[in-house]
């Protein structure tokens, strides 16, 4: 099946820029020894996970439930971040991560007895805030703004070591400042790591520098990225992680949608489309962000001119302004571009707007449909028997979670829904059954 053959709307994971983006990644981890994970909240369709597990060396976490997916579909080094844990998520969190870090000195007290019980070694790491701001234009993912919730200031820190911290049972520390950007910005940023911490680093065994980097943009300088790393390991003797989302998956997927119906208001020329801003690209209206789409221009640039928006009630769901050499008629398909990241995984049924299909497309342009959403699968939907909720009723899926249904067996493609168990499960794809695309362990 080719591309324009898939119902719409669908996502489709082109596999052959994914391994690219893997290959430069794999490229920086063996010239540097550091050691690069994937940041599952930007990418977690977990069908590709023993494609990506090829290449890095695991994955971060946001949360328990990313923790457990990359436990249980990628089985390699597995790290965790959360602003605040609740206990009953550190019981399973000290099971099956290996790095765990903290927000605050506060959120560490309270769960160290927790991990110093633990059946397993875990490596403990607080967040810094080295206050340094490298962006502008999205202070929505600025996390050294004033007043940030996120990292612990060197202010903080020392009050917290006077009154009796133990800093030698912390082995590493993590920042995350950057936001789609180049190398220049990570060096900015380490000046100002150390000045503010550089006499700490001395006696930790790791550096994480999270994530932000755009490092399979085309033009990256993944040279400076490189001295940066060898810097920071050679100076201060530490092992340097990386945790890229974007760069993992950047443009490495599409948003295949249908004009539904053509409008016309104040002489404006809309497009009523099968997909949404709202519900399958939240960050057009978050950051905001123009997607791009395949074969057009800017507004004028072209000899005709649309305003793209959705078929949800919400007035604002609009995608932008875009240009054709052509004059677009109902019925016509349109390819939005770089929709593998952040997509998937903010996917929502606002007013009852079904999640587009999921596809893979392999080296020779040929797709495979691995997740369809049914009525079943949308948050409006009615069950007759299972879990309850109110008057509700809601089924419960079997097995350790819905999401790998497929996994167990059972069932056809349209059988496998999200279900309960798994609140990820929507928005990533159906697991690999086996076949050729195995764990491989290490790096290629």
């Known amino acids: 099946m080719k591309i324009n053959e898939l119902r719409t709307p669908c996502y489709v994971i082109d596999e052959g820029k994914l391994t690219e983006n893997l290959l430069i990644l794999n490229g920086v981890m063996r010239r540097t020894g550091a050691r690069i994970l994937l940041a599952q909240k930007a990418f977690s369709a977990f069908y590709e996970y023993p494609l990506i597990g090829r290449y890095l060396s695991g994955t971060t976490a946001s949360g328990l439930f990313e923790a457990r997916l990359a436990h249980e579909e990628m089985g390699k080094e597995n790290h965790v971040f959360c602003p605040a844990f609740l206990p009953q998520e550190m019981d399973e969190l000290v099971e099956i991560c290996d790095h765990i870090v903290f927000n605050s000195v506060s959120q560490y007290l309270l769960h ?37 919730r996120l990292g612990i200031r060197r202010e903080a820190l020392d009050r917290a070591i ?54 399979t943009r085309a033009d990256y300088d993944i040279e400076r990225l490189e001295r940066c790393i060898t810097h920071m390991r050679d100076k201060y003797d530490l092992e340097i992680y990386l945790e890229p989302g974007e760069a993992v998956a950047l443009d490495a997927g599409y948003l295949e949608t249908t004009v539904l119906d053509i409008v016309e208001n104040n002489g404006i020329k809309i497009l009523i489309l099968d997909t949404s801003a709202a519900c399958h690209m939240p960050d057009v209206l978050e950051m905001p962000y123009r997607p791009p789409l395949m074969d057009s221009g800017m507004p004028g640039e072209k000899k005709y001119t649309y305003r793209l928006s959705s078929c949800t009630c919400l007035a604002g769901d609009v995608i932008g302004d875009y240009s054709f050499d052509k004059e677009i008629k109902t019925g016509d ?91 990820l499960a929507p928005h990533l794809g159906q697991p690999h059954s086996g076949g050729d695309r195995t764990e491989t362990g290490g790096n290629i």
């Not at 927790?114 to 080295?130: H, Q, T, W, Y």
């Not at 903010?346 to 999921?358: A, Q, R, S, V």
């Open 333 to 423: 398909r349109l390819r939005f571009c770089d929709m593998a990241i952040y997509s998937m995984v903010k996917n929502d049924t606002f007013n009852g707007m079904p999640l587009p299909d999921i596809a893979v497309m392999d080296e020779n342009k040929d797709c495979k449909v691995i997740r369809r959403f049914e009525y079943e699968d949308s948050g409006v939907w009615r069950g007759r028997s299972g879990l309850q909720f109110g008057e509700k009723s809601f089924p419960r899926r079997e097995g350790r979670n819905a999401a790998c249904a497929g996994k167990m067996g059972g069932g056809n493609q349209e059988e496998r829904t999200a279900g309960q168990g798994q609140i």
């Open 162 to 215: 006077e009154n009796g911290l133990d800093l030698s049972r912390i082995e590493g520390f993590h920042f995350h400042t950057l936001c789609e950007q180049d190398s220049d910005a990570l060096e900015t940023t380490l000046v100002a790591v150390e000045e503010k911490f550089g006499d700490l680093l001395y006696g930790l065994k790791w550096l994480n520098m999270g994530g932000g980097h755009h490092i």
């Open 112 to 148: 160290r007895e927790k991990i110093e019980r633990a059946d397993k070694k875990i490596s403990v790491g607080l967040r810094i805030n080295p206050e340094c701001s490298t962006q502008e234009g999205h202070e929505i993912y600025d996390p050294c703004a004033p007043g940030s």
